[in-house]
């Protein structure tokens, strides 16, 4: 036996006669449509609680509001706690905040492509004026021969090495 997979209503249906048609409709058999169950249709049952549960219910109402009104000071208490403390804390971090920012642009500022270009190119120009003033010792007689090659040397090989890692930064940060 084959079963239809047609789903039921949850209430039982009712067979009722459909009202009288119109004039001119087509005349015959009276057709019928199944009847829903209207509202008061059904068992009638109160959705009220009884007295007695609702004068339970309102009497613990009552001592629940009774408990709160009496909390309510150290309720007030406890809010101007916090907002003392939010304002002082909140106060303190946005002032390590503020430092820590102020330090960390600082920070950046230093470490900057521009700032650091720009002091190796005061290091390069310090480097160069050692070389020239050291030249000028030797040409006045103050240094003698050796010692001049070798620091002037030294302080040229700086100078170059300072010039090449400028001009490829350089070329890098631009290019």
Not at 24 to 34: F, M, R, S, V
Not at 105 to 126: C, F, G, I, V, W
Request: net charge positive; charged share 30%; aromatic share 4%.
């Amino acid at each position: 036996m084959m079963q239809n997979n047609i789903m039921q209503p949850p209430f039982p249906l009712q067979d009722k006669p459909i009202p009288a048609a119109k004039k001119g409709a087509q005349k015959g058999g009276q057709k019928t449509i199944p009847a829903i169950p209207q509202h008061g249709e059904t068992k009638r049952r109160s959705h009220w609680p009884s007295q007695k549960l609702r004068d339970e219910l309102r009497k613990e109402a009552l001592q629940l509001t009774r408990e709160n009104l009496e909390k309510e000071p150290q309720i007030m208490e406890l809010r101007n706690q916090c907002k003392i403390i939010r304002t002082t804390e909140l106060a303190a971090a946005q002032e390590k905040l503020s430092e820590i920012e102020r330090e960390k642009e600082e920070t950046l500022k230093y470490y900057a492509p521009t700032s650091l270009l720009h002091r190796l190119q005061e290091a390069m120009n310090k480097t160069d004026d050692e070389s020239e003033a050291l030249h000028r010792q030797l040409l006045d007689k103050e240094i003698d021969v050796g010692a001049f090659v070798q620091k002037y040397k030294k302080l040229r090989n700086t100078y170059h090495r300072r010039a090449l890692t400028h001009l490829a930064a350089k070329t890098s940060v631009t290019g």
